[in-house]
């Protein structure tokens, strides 16, 4: 099954009972392998899950911790990009190159790469020890 096919097909599956927004997410691995996921919302927003937050959760209870490519796919005129927090989530685990798709019901809309998706972004680096002040 293609990316666009597998986050088309999970979108029917998403619990969207209060926006009435059905979003569908595939991602791809660096080795080949596909997880999808769709929004689940709760009646105590914002307490529900995106639908790249529920690929990427089932990316990695597989054990798999590379993204080659990601599509989200809703039904709307214009791309439907990831959100901030999603943006992270993705750029935990895909290369500043790896392709980010936004996608309507009837095909791309567009396409990035996940750096173009979120320059700057918070990584490991910015976690690096420095060498510690002299306060004297």
Known sequence: MDLFRAA????ENAHA??????????IRTADGQMF????????????????????????????????AEVIVVAD???PITPCG???????EFARPDATVIMA???GELARMTMAELLPGAFSTAHLRQTAPRDEG
């Open 104 to 106: 309507g019901l009837h």
């Open 85 to 91: 927090g999603c943006r992270q989530k993705l750029a």
């Open 76 to 78: 709307s005129p214009v």
């Open 8 to 11: 088309k097909d999970v979108r």
């Open 17 to 26: 009972p209060y926006s009435n927004f059905r979003v569908g997410a595939a």
């Open 36 to 67: 999808t996921g769709c929004n689940v919302e709760n009646v105590a927003y914002p307490e529900g899950t995106c639908a790249e937050a529920g690929a990427i959760a089932a990316m990695v209870a597989a054990g798999a911790r590379e993204i």
